[in-house]
């Protein structure tokens, strides 16, 4: 359940920033497959991973974490 909500926000913040799956698995350097399984809550993002979206959207990582 956890991995989803990662997921719900991860893809909020990817659309407000303007980003599609391909461009932003792009910038992330991974599959858009591996990106769309983040963002259905299916995978886990590691933390290196979780670094690297914080960083390509300019959001902090205190942003990403769900909220309860």
Not at 26 to 34: A, D, E, Q, R, Y
Not at 43 to 62: D, T
Request: proline share 4%; net charge positive; aromatic share 8%.
């Amino acid at each position: 359940m956890e991995a989803a909500k990662w997921g719900k926000r991860i893809r909020s913040y990817r659309k407000l920033k303007g980003y599609t799956q391909v461009d932003f698995a792009k910038m992330l350097g991974i599959s858009v497959s591996v990106l769309g399984e983040i963002e259905r809550g299916a995978r886990f993002p590691n933390e290196k991973l979780i670094n690297k979206i914080s960083i390509e959207l300019k959001v902090p990582i205190q942003e990403l974490v769900p909220r309860d």
